[in-house]
């Protein structure tokens, strides 16, 4: 399958050598599109020049930091439009190691229409998360389950291998969240159209060079367009 792994970055130039690196080792067959959001630190540039000496990389430049959520949509659609008939999505920080990248794409290739990399599934973790962290991310995603009906234990994750076919059902252009919420929203939306979604495990580990992005705010909106979602479906149901 033609693959292209997106890769949003803003100020990942401590990581993004080491990142194409290991990318290219994992999947040697995959194109990259890199989606760079202004960087001031020269990750875009960087970018370039590691394009020209590994190969089959690309960068999209964007004017200013627009969010997750915006980058992937962007990327996504750059690989529809050059035909890409699979789409992963994941972090530039090394949070998400590419050497699963395999297992994603063979759960696709299995038939899934997401490949979903999973902490919470046998064989997925989080080595040295703090309790608080760990309760957070397992109650947020327990919430998500029980409000939207998502048979999946790891509906923020962020590490994923979409189907060309299933992001075309979904209609990206009615996709609006950013952060946890669209990693949730992409699975909702998928779940309603009847995607198959297979989770792979992962071990994520917390970035060790950067600054992360996360912020309180991200998982507040994440939280309240979970809680409205499921409040928008209730109804839906009852007047259908």
Do not use: C
């Not at 979904?170 to 992409?186: H, K, N, P, T």
């Not at 998928?190 to 979604?197: F, M, P, S, Y």
């Not at 939280?223 to 149901?237: E, F, K, Q």
Request: avoid cysteine.
């Amino acid at each position: 399958m033609r693959t292209l792994v997106v890769l949003p970055t803003y100020n990942e130039a401590t990581n993004i050598a080491v990142v194409l690196d290991r990318l290219r080792a994992a999947v040697p067959a995959a194109d990259v599109l890199v989606v760079d959001d202004g960087s001031p630190d020269g990750t875009a540039d960087m970018a370039d020049a590691l394009g020209v000496e590994l190969g089959q990389i690309d960068v999209l430049r964007r004017p200013g930091k627009a969010g997750l959520g915006s980058a992937y949509r962007a990327g996504f659609r750059w690989g529809m439009e050059r035909g890409y008939e699979v789409m992963v999505e994941m972090d530039a920080d090394l949070s998400h190691d590419p050497g699963a990248l395999p297992s994603l794409l063979a759960a696709v290739d299995g038939g899934a229409d997401l490949g979903l990399g999973s902490r919470y599934v046998p064989g997925g973790a989080i080595p040295a998360w703090p309790l608080h962290r760990r309760l957070l991310s397992r109650w947020g995603n327990r919430y998500a389950g029980a409000v939207l009906g998502l048979d999946v234990r790891d509906a923020t994750g962020g590490f994923r291998a979409y189907r060309a076919t299933a992001l075309e059902a979904i209609d990206l252009s009615r996709v609006r969240a950013e952060g946890y919420g669209f990693q949730i929203e992409m699975t909702h939306r998928l779940a309603r159209a009847d995607g198959k979604i297979v989770e792979v495990p992962i071990q994520f580990v917390d970035r060790v060079r950067g600054t992360s992005k996360m912020s309180s705010r991200i998982v507040v909106e994440a939280l309240l367009l979970v809680t409205w979602w499921g409040l928008r479906d209730r109804v839906l149901r009852r007047r259908g």
